[in-house]
């Protein structure tokens, strides 16, 4: 079984997942299922934070609302994968990638918001493309359940790129530098050697 990337994802990313990082996915199931559950969590949150930062922009807040209600739900269905298999939820230390985009955030607006909805924009385009690449992969049921996240993932993706489009004031010129930058760094994290395995980390350190 397996699945296609949209287009707009893989243009959007520049780079496929590299392959260490699939291999090493593909035999660390309880790691993958542990650290997915944390990151629906953590998706859900970063919603929450910009509906709590920008509470005045209406459009934004709706749809920061319904992204965070499906991120539970999301959540919700992979702790019932890991209950079926014996798998008991606990906090991991997180990888370095979300932290690493999130430090690349200006501090300053409009560029905060540009900023902090284009590393969302990345952070959604990069689960889509590892939920296709792992679906040959993994447990049926596993398998099953990514394929139908693929989806979701891809209009989370497009609405926090177009997000970025209409609710900062910037030129497509500089909004397309600022996409080029922080891909960039995106594509530095995954393609640099990581110490921990988890859902969006690097090269597993001993490739």
Request: hydrophobic letters at 45%.
């Amino acid at each position: 079984m397996t699945a296609s990337v949209p287009a707009a994802v893989s243009d959007f990313l520049g780079m496929p997942t590299p392959d260490d990082w699939l291999d090493k996915a593909a035999v660390h199931l309880r790691e993958l299922l542990l650290d997915h559950a944390n990151c629906e969590l953590k998706a859900a949150s970063s919603a929450l934070g910009i509906i709590y930062r920008y509470p005045q922009r209406d459009e934004l807040v709706w749809r920061m609302s319904r992204l965070a209600r499906e991120e539970l739900r999301h959540f919700e269905q992979v702790r019932q994968l890991m209950r079926e298999r014996g798998i008991v939820f606990q906090r991991l230390t997180a990888s370095r990638y979300a932290s690493t985009l999130h430090e690349a955030v200006r501090r300053e607006e409009p560029a905060r918001l540009l900023d902090t909805l284009i590393v969302g924009a990345l952070i959604e385009a990069r689960s889509c493309e590892r939920f296709a690449a792992l679906i040959p992969l993994l447990p049926e049921d596993v398998a099953r359940f990514y394929r139908g996240l693929l989806a979701s993932e891809a209009r989370h993706f497009e609405q926090y790129l177009n997000f970025a489009k209409a609710e900062c004031g910037v030129s497509e010129q500089a909004l397309a530098a600022r996409v080029a930058e922080l891909r960039r760094l995106e594509n530095q994290i995954i393609s640099t050697p990581d110490s921990e395995f988890r859902f969006h980390s690097g090269l597993p350190a001993a490739a």
